[in-house]
Each structure stands twice: as C-alpha cells, then as structure tokens.
C-alpha cells in the first residue's frame, strides 16, 4: 500500500504538470484546479503519513490532523467534480451552445437530486468521526452517479456530436468514470472494513492508478485538431439545437450547416407556390 500511496503522488503532480503544460487548464479550469488540490495534497498527506510513523508523531496528533485533511480534501474533491462535469458538458456540446445551455440546467436539477438520494440513503445514528465518513462518502457517492451517467451520455452520443474519442473531454469523463467505480466499492465496502491495508483498499487504489493512467495517457497523445461540425439542415440534433434556443436557452454561436434539399424555409416555399398554383387553377376553371 505504501508503495501504491507514493506512485499515486507521484502520478498526480506528473499529470498536473503535463496538463498545465499543454494548456488545458484554459479550457479546463475546474479541471486544473482539482489536479493542482489533488497534487499539493498527496504530497502534504504522504508527509504526515510518514510523520505519524515516527516515535513523536503520536504524541503531536499527527494521526488525527491526517484524517480531517484527508476528509477536507475529499470533499473539496466532491465540490470541484460539479464544475469539472459542467465543463465536460459544455466541451462536448460546444457546436450545440443552445443544447448545451439547456443541458446545464437539466444538471443542475439533476445534481440536486443525486444528492438528496445520497444523502437520503445515510445513515444518521452516529455521530462523530462515523457522521464524517457518512457525510464524506455520500456526497462523493452522488458526484460518482453523476460522472458514471455523463460518461455514458457521451459514450452514447458520441456520433451524433461528431466527438473524437481521442478528445480530452473524452478523456477527462473516461478517468473519472474509472475512478468512480473505486469510489462505489470504497462506499460499500467501508462499513465492512476500517484499516488503510484491507483489500478492498488495494482495489480502490489499483483503479485510482488505473485512471492516472488514462489521463496521462490524453495528456501525453496529440488532441485531434478542432475542426467546424458540419451537419445537414434537417439533422434531428441542429433542430434541437434550434428548439432550445426557441425555449429561451440561446448560444453565441450556430453549427455550420450543408446544403440540403429540405430546408425549412423551402419547404414553406413549395407549400406556398401549390397553394398558389391551386387557387390559379380554380379561378381559371371558373372562368
């Protein structure tokens, strides 16, 4: 475990690093600012954990600061996931902005009632450091539900979106819905087990690397040039780029569309020129 806790520091300042080096952080704010906790706080975590080890850290509660950091830092983590998914959805839907921003207000409603079910599902008769953990782990608990339903929804409508697998919003959801499954079995299986050397543990930090690794990965990989989306007038996905902005969620930007043959504002033309022609045709037979 020790040696997987040292790779894991080691992995997040390499990845904050690269990421800042290639410049995501301008798209990814929120992004950059989770890597830059997650690294500064391996590092200062690792510190006291080996502190504590030492025949003085026992004595200056080093074992006790350790655990409300880490907790502290598990719930900023949770707090900053909200704005990492937005970013992703906003990433994705960009040549749909009316979408997107439609989206976001779907997410936000659907973040409130993730939580009110992770919460709901807590259990309150404890109090202490056990109402932390609860605490701690149903909010992380609703952030996972939600990284898992948006890795899923890109995974799902990567084609229509006209998405690269090889983009990084790809790659950001991709390691985060990895890390959510170690999340899931750090959540069901903490009751069961209290120490930092259960096995479960070792699960939990395999799939943590294992999600380093994807991000290191995206990081390291060239990005796809970003290229205008091209889409037929009567694509189902543009009209509901144009319904959107009609409900009031309009974007600053509209997908480039090909020609096409029925084309809304044509097809009004035809219908008006055989209404036309019709009403010719019966006043001629009239006369």
């Not at 025949?55 to 707090?79: C, D, E, K």
């Not at 390691?175 to 120490?195: E, H, I, K, R």
Request: aromatic share 14%.
């Amino acid at each position: 475990m020790s040696v997987l806790v040292v790779a894991e520091t080691l992995l997040w300042a390499a990845l904050a690093f690269l990421f800042w080096r290639r410049g995501f952080q301008r798209r990814f704010r929120a992004t950059g600012a989770y890597l830059f906790l997650r690294a500064a706080a391996g590092a200062f975590l690792l510190l006291l954990l080996e502190l504590e080890s030492t025949p003085w850290g026992p004595a200056h509660r080093l074992g006790t600061v350790y655990f409300y950091s880490y907790f502290a830092m598990y719930v900023a983590s949770a707090v900053l996931l909200y704005s990492i998914c937005i970013e992703v959805f906003r990433a994705a839907l960009s040549p749909f902005p009316s979408i997107a921003n439609l989206t976001v207000v779907v997410f936000r409603w659907a973040v409130v009632a993730s939580a009110i079910l992770g919460f709901a599902s807590m259990s309150y008769g404890k109090g202490g450091i056990a109402a932390i953990f609860g605490i701690s782990y149903g909010l992380m608990r609703s952030m996972s539900i939600l990284e898992i339903c948006l890795l899923a929804f890109l995974c799902l409508t990567m084609n229509a979106l006209r998405m690269s697998p090889r983009d990084m919003a790809f790659g950001i959801a991709l390691g985060f819905g990895v890390m959510s499954a170690g999340d899931f079995v750090l959540a069901a299986w903490v009751n069961f087990y209290g120490t930092v050397n259960d096995p479960v543990q070792f699960v939990a930090e395999s799939l943590i690397l294992a999600a380093l690794g994807v991000w290191v990965t995206y990081c390291l990989l060239p990005e796809p040039a970003p290229r205008p989306v091209l889409l037929p007038a009567n694509s189902t996905i543009y009209r509901w780029n144009e319904i959107a902005s009609a409900l009031g969620h309009p974007g600053t930007k509209v997908a480039i569309q090909q020609p096409a043959n029925s084309f809304f504002l044509s097809d009004v033309e035809r219908v008006v020129e055989k209404v036309l022609a019709r009403n010719m045709n019966g006043r001629g037979s009239e006369t």
